[in-house]
């Protein structure tokens, strides 16, 4: 009506008494308008974060405010004043408080109209795009926090999907697909040159493609302050993101909610892998591993994670992995904080995740090994490699106290399927070979000698290099210190595991016969008791495996009187 009356008031060479007609209705108008906002919006605001009212009717009556806000904007009460349009998105479609039932809908309404979005084009406020794509994501991520109340028990055989109200999952599609229209949005996919947006009939895949196009935008720019730039876009569209997902990590917890914010966060921290490389976004990256993968109950080794949140943290742990390298690869100063992350990351789930004997052979699917397999061959996954391989000589081979058998089955395996799944070279085997040499010769538990036996012939022969096989100094180092620690209560032990290496590498047994030749003679000196028959044959048999040059110390050994 005051549409039709404000096109006739313009009229030229209209009548006075007309134009005194329509001028009383254009008041009369304003009057009811008034009477709307003093009587109707003062309830509709109060109610704006509670149930009592229908959250549908609560947003429809909102965005039939912002549109009479937006005819007769001097009508609206002065808290609303001198935006109210703005004022009224601010309340009903940005606030991270309302109910994103209430945002979802509210903002449907907004974005379908136009004449709104050009206004708002219009009107200053250059961030309404952003924030837009903010309260989307908010919607998206708290698709499940209405049903905290209700037990995980009542979903059991019930799809995720159907945890959530048709009409909401309804509603985010359509925000999703005007969403999507927006020239902001558009821009992004353009730029990354993604063409297929059908995707929006499914929110939470629409999300996992936004985030993956904000990502390759950002490294597709070449100056300095598009970079700049895109990151502060980029942060905008996150706002406070842990604050969304934080109803998820209370004592009501939803697996489906853990499932959700696990993934999509970790998707978001591998797709921006570049933009939280920058000073900028780092703080963000650090609150992201603080909160969701190091929180106070992971530090606390005798507590036990809640199931649901297990499960989620299992399935989702490559991706932050995988992001987490391609930061520390990406900055471009060393990031000593992030690797010490990094390192507490894996050292909490090297373990939380290894199967117990006998079920070792489920290793395939530890989630730090998918890491691994489940990454392009890159320098960033290379840096995770060497934080596995530190974890475990720390965590397991340097600890203090002994390590029950059990636990190490499970991590010898590990290094084991490690070995089998990605090409290793010597820097990677020298931290671990020691502990592996100490399992021969300290544990007599079946299974513990099997894999370490087997981790021994797989270091050996990652570390066969040049055309004559000649042998690694760091492997020949690590047997020589070995040998001076050990030999002189364990020296048939050693000998049968350097008949082991033998039959694999020669030239590095043959590199320590000087060393077993001296270590042989000082322990038959400590004794006091002439010749070590026994020790001889036992070192003999060794050399016999050694060609030539092991004959020729058989016969030097038998020759020398001293």
């Known amino acids: ?25 254009e ?18 605001k109060s109610h704006r974060m509670s149930q009592k009212v229908p959250l549908s009717q609560l947003a429809d009556a909102a965005a039939d405010f912002t549109l009479l806000a937006m005819d007769m904007p001097s009508t609206a009460p002065s808290d609303l004043q001198p935006q109210p349009v703005i004022s009224l998105i601010k309340l009903f479609g940005w606030d991270d408080i309302i109910w994103p039932q209430v945002v979802a809908r509210y903002l449907s309404h907004f974005l379908q109209n136009g004449m709104l979005c050009e206004a708002l084009s219009h009107s200053g406020c250059v961030s309404f795009q952003a924030l837009t794509v903010r309260s989307w994501i908010r919607c998206i991520l708290q698709m499940y926090v209405k049903n905290l109340h209700v037990p995980d028990e009542f979903y059991v055989d019930i799809n995720p999907e159907q945890a959530v ?25 353009l730029k990354a040159h993604v063409e297929d947006l059908s995707i929006t009939e499914d929110p939470k895949k629409a999300l996992v493609q936004f985030f993956e196009a904000v990502g390759i935008t950002y490294g597709n720019l070449q100056t300095l302050s598009d970079k700049s730039a895109m990151v502060t876009k980029s942060l905008e569209y996150l706002g406070e ?9 209370g004592k009501k917890m939803s697996t489906a909610g853990l499932q959700l914010t696990y993934r999509m966060m970790g998707i978001l921290v591998k797709s921006w892998a570049q933009i939280f490389a920058t000073s900028k976004a780092q703080k963000l990256l650090y609150r992201i591993i603080d909160c969701l993968l190091l929180p106070h109950t992971v530090l606390q080794q005798e507590k036990e994670l809640p199931a649901p949140m297990l499960t989620a943290i299992q399935k989702s742990l490559p991706l932050y992995l995988q992001g987490m390298c391609s930061v520390c690869c990406q900055s471009p100063n ?7 992350l990094l390192g507490n990351v894996v050292e ?9 004997p006998p079920h070792v052979l489920g290793l395939g699917q530890h989630p730090v090994l998918l890491a691994l397999r489940n990454s392009a061959p890159a320098p960033p996954m290379s840096s995770l490699k060497k934080c596995i391989v530190q974890v475990i000589r720390k965590s397991y081979f ?11 089955t499970s991590i010898l395996a590990f290094i084991l399927q490690l070995f089998k799944e990605t090409t290793i070279d010597v820097s990677e085997v020298e931290p671990l070979l020691p502990g592996v040499l100490k399992c021969l010769v300290l544990v007599s538990e079946p299974q513990v000698k099997r894999l370490a036996t087997e981790n021994l012939q797989y270091m050996v022969k990652a570390c066969q290099v040049g055309s004559e096989q000649e042998p690694a100094t760091q492997l020949t180092s690590v047997f020589r210190h070995f040998i001076q620690d050990y030999g002189m209560r364990y020296n048939y032990q050693i000998y049968n595991i350097l008949e082991i290496v033998a039959a694999l590498n020669q030239p590095v047994v043959i590199h320590l016969i000087p060393t077993l030749t001296q270590f042989l003679k000082d322990s038959e000196r400590k004794w006091g008791l002439g010749r070590n028959i ?4 036992a070192y003999s048999k060794l050399l016999s495996h050694l060609g030539q040059v092991g004959q020729d110390e058989m016969q030097r050994l038998e020759n020398d009187k001293t």
């Open 534 to 537: 026994a020790q001889r044959e």
């Open 348 to 356: 909490q789930y090297i373990g939380r995740f290894l199967p117990a």
């Open 27 to 44: 008041r009369h108008l304003a009057a009811v308008a008034s009477a709307l906002w003093r009587h109707f919006f003062s309830f509709l």
């Open 334 to 340: 060393p990031n000593t904080y992030l690797n010490q």
């Open 1 to 25: 009506m005051h549409e039709q009356l404000c096109r006739e008031l313009q009229t030229e060479n209209m009548d006075l008494l007309v134009q005194s007609s329509l001028s009383a209705k």
């Open 241 to 249: 993101i842990l604050k969304y997902i934080k109803p998820y990590l």
């Open 165 to 189: 109200e048709k009409e909401y999952l309804e509603q985010l599609a359509e925000l999703t697909r005007l969403l999507f229209k927006l020239p902001e949005v558009k821009d992004i996919f």
């Open 398 to 408: 340097e600890c203090k106290g002994s390590l029950l058998p059990s636990r190490l």
